[in-house]
């Protein structure tokens, strides 16, 4: 198994900008695909945004595409996501996932990735 913690989160005012990183270890990160997903208070968890193993091809929800974006440095075991132009609903807490295997048409969906972080708040005030 890979082990993930998020950090970064914190309180932004809408316009603002937040990074995300999600730190991972226990496993080799290079051959994991990567992604975020979100849980806003009272609704279902959402996806976000997803890398692959190389950093070759990212894949975003509509509702952020634009304006954050998913990175990765596999020499620091660390996947980030850039969040620009935040809005309030955007405050969620969100969540770093790793596949080892997944579907490739099925990238957006939870039951794709085995490990999880605990989350991390991030809350945007208008």
């Known amino acids: 198994q890979v082990q993930l913690v998020e950090s970064g989160g914190g309180l932004a005012q809408a316009g603002e900008s937040l990074r995300l990183s999600c730190a991972a270890s226990g496993r080799t990160f290079s051959n994991y695909a990567m992604a975020w997903f979100r849980q806003a208070p009272g609704k279902e968890r959402e996806f976000v945004a997803h890398i692959t193993f190389t950093g070759g091809s990212t894949f975003y929800a509509d509702s952020v595409k634009g304006r954050f974006t998913i990175s990765r440095d596999n020499a620091k075991n660390t996947v980030y996501l850039q969040m620009n132009s935040l809005k309030p609903e955007d405050t969620a807490v969100y969540y770093c996932?790793?596949?080892?295997?997944?579907?490739?048409?099925?990238?957006?969906?939870?039951?794709?990735?085995?490990?999880w972080g605990q989350g991390t708040q991030v809350t945007v005030s208008s």
């Open positions: 996932a790793a596949a080892l295997y997944y579907r490739r048409s099925s990238y957006f969906l939870e039951e794709e990735y085995g490990h």
